[in-house]
């Protein structure tokens, strides 16, 4: 355990979490005078440990410890400051800390790290204020859209442009600029899930973010009849029909993931035509939505093609038809695995074995890996969920992720 590491994260946890809207839970919305006032907490402590301090025209922050080889390729590490309305202490700020927190350890050691270090801090990734991802890394990244620009934040109605630019960004560069050059993304994050809290581990590398695929429309079509004068032959039951399918689908998704395969099976909105049904109707019309997530392309078509094959069979056995909507999907983002192994190595040192999981939501280390970057995430052990005021991680996880990285780069 390395002091000044715990002493950094618990110290700036509790100055940027001052930083906030009244409560309950912590607000700082995307492109607000709390977001940028966060910023600059982190730029001071940044300063004060002799690190140089740029932001860029969308406001990301930078703040780059000078590496032993000035022309390696610089190791970025970060994450964001933005939060949801009444969201939680740890999301996007445990990696802004752990960031600043690794810096600090090179700094006390008096050792520069083999390469820049440099800490980042994005904009306004919580698209629950402006329905765009990633903002700010895509702005860093030269990947932002004119007509991303034009969105309105949920509470303001004013456009992305007009926020930025208020906070004292430039947009027009935004779109111009070329975006930083391929290097280094880690982004340290709470898992928000319950894996590594069950296992009891302390943290993980995360291998991939899923991507998903979904049919958010799909409905049934059969034979509206009456629920006791019907007999069983020749009913057209659009909830039979449905339970056929899911159960299938639950059979292919355990089988798939004996088989190794990441993979998430989730069906919702199930509705049977209310209120056109009631109790003594053989339901004609049911509507559902369905969301499969993986971390891999070849998977998502894999179960959509059996969802289909299945959706055929049910069809023909309960003379129903389905008719599924459009289709949506988001890329997967396969992480890079020769950094996690670099950093499974530098957790060996100091005897740990961190497992590799997926990521089942979206983060800015996303949009690093489709940029080209070598990009990839740990994740730390919490409890009660994410984007909540109870959202609860222990500093002393936080901690040791940050020590497997310094163990990663201090020789
Ligand atoms: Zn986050």
New binding site residues.
């Given amino acids: 355990m390395i002091p000044v590491i715990e002493e950094t994260i618990e110290r700036l946890l509790a100055g940027i979490n001052a930083i906030s809207l009244p409560g309950p839970g912590v607000t700082r919305p995307s492109y607000s005078d709390l977001e940028s006032q966060a910023h600059a907490l982190v730029a001071r402590e940044a300063q004060r440990l002799g690190m140089t301090v740029t932001r860029d025209a969308a406001l990301n922050l930078f703040a780059r410890l000078p590496g032993r080889d000035r022309t390696a390729k610089p190791l970025f590490i970060g994450?964001?400051l933005d939060t949801v309305a009444m969201g939680g202490r740890y999301?996007?700020q445990a990696?802004v800390v752990g960031g600043m927190a690794l810096a600090a350890a090179f700094a006390a050691a008096g050792t520069p790290p083999p390469m820049d270090l440099v800490v980042t801090i994005t904009r306004a990734?919580?698209s629950v204020w402006f329905p765009v991802s990633y903002i700010g890394s895509r702005s860093a990244l030269g990947r932002l859209s004119t007509e991303d620009l034009h969105a309105v934040r949920s509470d303001t109605g004013r456009t992305l442009a007009d926020h930025m630019r208020e906070q004292g960004g430039d947009p027009d560069a935004v779109l111009n600029g070329p975006g930083l050059a391929p290097a280094t993304f880690v982004e340290i994050?709470i898992e928000q899930g319950p894996i590594l809290h069950r296992a009891g581990e302390p943290y993980a590398l995360v291998s991939g973010i899923r991507g998903g695929l979904r049919y958010r429309n799909a409905r049934i079509v059969g034979e509206w009849a009456h629920s006791g004068g019907a007999p069983r032959e020749g009913r057209a039951d659009t909830v039979f029909a449905l339970a056929d399918v899911v159960t299938a689908l639950d059979r292919h998704w355990a089988v798939l993931l004996d088989e190794g395969a990441d993979i998430a099976v989730t069906f919702g909105r199930v509705d049977a035509a209310s209120p056109e049904h009631a109790f003594a109707k053989v339901p004609g019309r049911l509507d559902f939505c369905v969301d499969f997530r993986s971390n891999d392309v070849a998977t998502l078509d894999r179960i959509d093609a059996i969802f289909r094959d299945e959706i055929a069979k049910v069809e023909a056995a309960r003379g129903v038809r389905f008719e599924l909507g459009a289709v949506s999907r988001s890329t997967p983002a396969m992480l890079s695995g020769a950094l996690a192994d670099e950093i499974a190595a530098g957790a060996a040192r100091i005897g740990e074995s961190p497992r590799r999981m997926a990521s089942g939501g979206g983060?800015d280390a996303s949009a690093f890996a489709q940029a080209g970057w070598e990009s990839v995430m740990v994740f730390v052990r919490n409890w009660n969920g994410s984007h909540n005021p109870d959202e609860a991680m222990d500093v002393a996880d936080l901690a040791a992720a940050v020590g497997a990285l310094y163990a990663t780069w201090r020789e």
Avoid: K, P, R
Wanted: hydrophobic share 0%; charged share 35%.
């Fill in positions: 994450s964001h999301d996007g990696g990734e919580e994050h983060h």
